[in-house]
């Protein structure tokens, strides 16, 4: 029996490991633009340094996230790894893109203490408002903020 097509052993690994088939379907596409990357190549004759490139050139030419680029270093190691059967050895400098650490802000320091003195005023507004905080409910959050600076401002 002839052996499978590289994609269809992919997909082929990433089912029996129960990977989801939306993981499979951008797996697969992070597999095929590597491959096309380096002008249709077969991985295995590619290493590290041709890895290292194509998320550079993920970084630095496409701009893409931090999350983008580790999913599709994810790939190509899921590829080397089950498919290939081979560990791939990268140098310890080697740069992994970073998730920013921004947390978004509801409400200034100004704008909170505000907040909370109206709240002292009007304590029926504050249960909510502190539910939504404690609880970890940014939408709800978000709108008691709302609510509460609209009283503010008006």
């Given at each position: 029996?002839?052996?499978?097509?590289?994609?269809?052993?992919?997909?082929?690994?990433?089912?029996?490991?129960?990977?989801?088939y939306?993981?499979?379907?951008?797996?697969?596409?992070?597999?095929?633009?590597y491959?096309?990357?380096?002008n249709?190549r077969?991985?295995?004759?590619?290493?590290e340094?041709?890895?290292q490139?194509?998320?550079?050139?993920?970084?630095t030419?496409?701009?893409?996230?931090?999350s983008?680029?580790?999913?599709?270093l994810?790939a190509?190691?899921?590829?080397?790894?089950h498919?290939?059967?081979?560990?791939?050895a990268?140098?310890?400098?080697?740069?992994r893109?970073?998730?920013?650490?921004h947390?978004?802000?509801?409400?200034?320091?100004r704008?909170?203490?505000?907040?909370?003195?109206i709240?002292?005023?009007?304590p029926n507004?504050w249960?909510?408002?502190?539910?939504?905080?404690?609880?970890?409910?940014?939408?709800?959050?978000?709108?008691?903020?709302?609510?509460?600076?609209?009283?503010?401002?008006?």
């Open positions: 029996m002839a052996e499978k097509k590289l994609f269809n052993q992919v997909a082929d690994a990433l089912r029996v490991k129960h990977y989801s939306r993981t499979e379907q951008t797996y697969v596409d992070w597999i095929r633009r491959i096309l990357f380096h249709k077969h991985p295995s004759e590619m290493g340094t041709e890895v490139a194509f998320i550079i050139y993920l970084a030419e496409r701009n893409l996230s931090a983008s680029q580790n999913q599709a994810s190509i190691l899921f590829l080397y790894r498919i290939l059967q081979r560990e791939l990268f140098p310890p400098e080697i740069i893109a970073k998730k920013a650490s947390l978004p802000t509801v409400l200034s320091n704008k909170h203490w505000r907040s909370s003195a709240c002292r005023v009007q507004l249960p909510n408002f502190s539910t939504a905080v404690a609880c970890g409910s940014w939408n709800v959050c978000a709108c008691a903020s709302r609510i509460l600076i609209s009283i503010i401002t008006n």
